[in-house]
């Protein structure tokens, strides 16, 4: 993908990226920081905060926000999480270095962005006692594991842009990378992909978007046993 590239400022202050040539933002123009927090944080992680422990894949690492901010949440939370985010095209430094997401977020420093933001790809590390990450870079399609996870932030770019990415097989291999019970969140409402999930064999639930979108989406991979308490 061309990666002709500018930094906008959302909404809600917090900055994304602007891809002219597909006329495509990685966050809300409504709030980057705001969405992320809605779509994965709130409705993701926080759906299983009961959980002492969580492993969450994310398909589309992109700035580093949804991690970053799981990473918060579990300093707050002391929920161990260990994180593998998948990238086809990672950032050059003084590109995220731009995004700024600390200082937006209140925070004294911007050092717990950057060792994420910095850490090497193809490598577990130990960014705290309760946060381990993983950075592929790699696409989606050539990506294989036999890894099994309680969470998935998709976070692809939407399907105007790169339709395959939300396709039946890809459905179906989030499907399989989940553990039974697990959960895929992502700000994707659309009907034919909603379609898609629930033929992969998801449970599918609309819920309420972040501001200026209507929806989001849910899917679990449930059983009759399946409970958020």
Request: charged residues 25%; negative net charge; hydrophobic residues 40%.
């Amino acid at each position: 993908m061309n990666k002709n590239i500018e930094i906008r400022t959302t909404k809600d202050g917090s900055k994304t990226i602007y891809l002219p040539d597909f006329d495509e933002n990685y966050h809300s123009f409504h709030g980057a920081i705001q969405e992320a927090n809605h779509v994965f944080i709130k409705n993701g992680l926080d759906f299983l905060m009961h959980r002492d422990s969580i492993s969450i894949f994310e398909m589309g690492f992109g700035t580093g926000l949804n991690a970053f901010l799981s990473y918060l949440r579990s300093k707050d939370s002391n929920q161990v999480i260990q994180y593998v985010g998948l990238e086809a095209y990672p950032l050059d430094k003084h590109i995220y270095s731009e995004m700024a997401y600390s200082r937006q977020l209140g925070l004294v420093s911007e050092q717990f962005y950057f060792d994420l933001m910095d850490a090497k790809w193809g490598q577990f590390i130990d960014v705290s006692e309760n946060f381990q990450l993983l950075k592929i870079k790699s696409s989606i399609e050539e990506w294989e594991s036999d890894q099994k996870f309680d969470l998935i932030y998709f976070d692809a770019f939407g399907p105007r842009v790169q339709t395959e990415m939300w396709n039946l097989e890809i459905m179906v291999k989030m499907f399989k990378l989940l553990k039974t019970n697990g959960v895929l969140v992502t700000y994707c409402a659309q009907g034919q992909f909603k379609r898609n999930l629930k033929e992969a064999g998801f449970e599918v639930n609309s819920l309420p978007g972040p501001p200026g979108k209507r929806e989001m989406t849910r899917a679990i991979k449930i059983n009759k046993n399946f409970t958020t308490n």
